[in-house]
Nanobody, 122 residues
Framework: QVQLVESGGGLVQAGGSLRLSCTASTRTFSSYRMGWFRQAPGKEREFVVGISRSGATTIYGDSVKGRFTISRDNAKNTVSLQMNSLKPEDTAVYYC???????????????WGQGTQVTVSS
């Protein structure tokens, strides 16, 4: 069982930045692919970005390419999401995800965090 705890959400103005972090409680963090999803009110959970076990490979959703950057630190069991040039449409609950498979959709995920709210005001 892997527990994921997100932090760093909050309220920011459009054009601003936020950094989300996720800490995993497992001794085998480096064996998991990691990712971030988001869910806005009334919408389905959406893939944001995925990262390989080493961190060498990343996959971004089209809506965040060029604005968001994912990274991981296997020594600290953390994965981070740097979000720049935020837009009101980025407002959502952001979820950290872990999987033994490549993450490109919700069905790929083995473990979810509890989520952290990001609100971007116009």
């Amino acid at each position: 069982q892997v527990q994921l705890v997100e932090s760093g959400g909050g309220l920011v103005q459009a054009g601003g930045s936020l950094r989300l972090s996720c800490t995993a409680s497992t001794r085998t963090f480096s064996s998991y692919r990691m990712g971030w999803f988001r869910q806005a009110p009334g919408k389905e959970r959406e893939f944001v970005v995925g990262i390989s076990r080493s961190g060498a490979t990343t996959i971004y959703g089209d809506s965040v390419k060029g604005r968001f950057t994912i990274s991981r630190d296997n020594a600290k069991n953390t994965v981070s999401l740097q979000m720049n040039s935020l837009k009101p449409e980025d407002t959502a609950v952001y979820y950290c995800a872990a999987s033994v498979r490549v993450i490109v959709g919700t069905s790929d995920v083995n473990y979810w965090g509890q989520g952290t709210q990001v609100t971007v005001s116009s």
